[in-house]
């Protein structure tokens, strides 16, 4: 796979609300010692198709949206290219931790994806 699928997210209006369901219905450990209380969900290192992903609460307050991230050499390439086959740029990109950039877009029938790209550390 050229750009694989390398983080979920779940983003809701009451983001600790979040963390405890799904750590309760699942058994994930959510970890939230981080400045924005994002709840962080690591991969299972014992699962070889086990990805890693985050619960937190939207920033606008909207009643929020389940995602996949996909991994990307250029996010406003891949978000330029998205519009010119339809779909609709809704967050460019955005530097959310040092090395990390990520930003939104709607596919044609308006479900949210996310790109991401990590820089080498």
Partial sequence: MANPVVHWEVNGKDGPALHKFFGDLFDWQVLTDNPMGYGVVGAD??????????????????????TFYVEVVNVTA???????????ILMPDTNVMEGVTIGHFADPEGHIIGLLKKEPM
């Fill in 45 to 66: 290192p014992e699962c070889d198709n086990s990805i890693g992903g985050g619960i937190g609460q939207t920033f606008d307050g909207s009643s929020g949206f389940v």
């Fill in 78 to 88: 891949t978000l330029e290219k998205a519009a010119s086959l339809g779909g609709k």
